[in-house]
């Protein structure tokens, strides 16, 4: 296949085996003819199943360097499940997200100390982004009631949905609302219970839920009455 691509004059970036049971090659092309006659000619190989031939996306980018292909667990809302031992693979795909812009709401699920606000920060520093928590516990408590003038351009806001919902005053609430209808990407860690306070109806794009194993179960049922087990001011 190698010699093909060669002699076609095609330029291999990058080649790499995906979950040891399939070959992903990145190939720069500059010639649509020379790019319909590889895969006609992959086609008729029987030594060769072609499982996808198209422009790469960014799933497709993240599988080609880290080797693993992710998939949605769930679609409604799109849904990607990571264990914290894969937070380089997270912190390159959410970064990676991040570069793309766009006005986003990302939500991550995980118990306390999984890595989420840690994940969130280093995509952003990936990304070579701003990030401006709104709310959070990750040093001490945060709560927001205002923004600088330059901190509501280009800035990616990290909310906590449990410190929002628990302890936010209504000035608190009044930024999140502003912040929520400025066309940049918002993360909200723990959406659930920012969801259920009912304060904003949101559509997020896509869910991340982090686990410490595969098997563990994210629990959140009682999280007002319990919230104080979050709180590492």
Not at 35 to 44: F, G, Q
Not at 63 to 75: P, Q, S, T, V, Y
Not at 98 to 125: D, F, H, Q, S, Y
Not at 177 to 187: D, F, N, Q, R, Y
Request: charged share 25%; with cysteine.
């Amino acid at each position: 296949m190698t010699t093909l691509i060669g002699m076609l004059g095609l330029n291999i970036l990058t080649v790499t085996g995906i979950e040891q049971i399939r070959r992903g090659l990145l190939v720069e092309v500059h010639s649509e003819k020379k790019l319909k006659a590889l895969h006609e000619a992959l086609s008729e190989v029987e030594a060769i199943k072609v499982t996808a031939f198209r422009q790469p996306t960014l799933l497709d980018r993240i599988a080609l360097r880290h080797g693993k292909r992710l998939d949605m667990a769930e679609i409604n809302p799109p849904t990607y499940r990571f264990v914290r031992e894969e937070l380089g693979v997270l912190v390159n795909f959410l970064g990676d997200t991040l570069l793309e812009g766009e006005n986003r709401i990302i939500g991550i699920r995980g118990m306390p100390r999984v890595g989420k606000t840690e994940a969130a920060i280093a995509a952003c520093v990936y990304a070579n982004k701003r990030w401006i928590l709104l709310s959070s516990t990750i040093i001490r408590q945060v709560l927001r009631t205002e923004l600088l003038l330059d901190e509501s351009v280009n800035s990616i806001f990290l909310i906590d949905g449990i410190t929002s919902s628990t302890r936010g005053t209504d000035a608190h609430w009044c930024l999140l609302e502003k912040a929520l209808e400025m066309p940049t990407i918002k993360i909200i860690e723990h959406p659930d219970v920012f969801i259920r306070d009912g304060r904003f109806k949101v559509n997020f794009d896509f869910m991340i839920e982090i686990r410490h194993h595969e098997n563990d179960v994210i629990c959140l049922e009682d999280i007002a009455s319990s919230c104080t087990a979050f709180d590492m001011s």
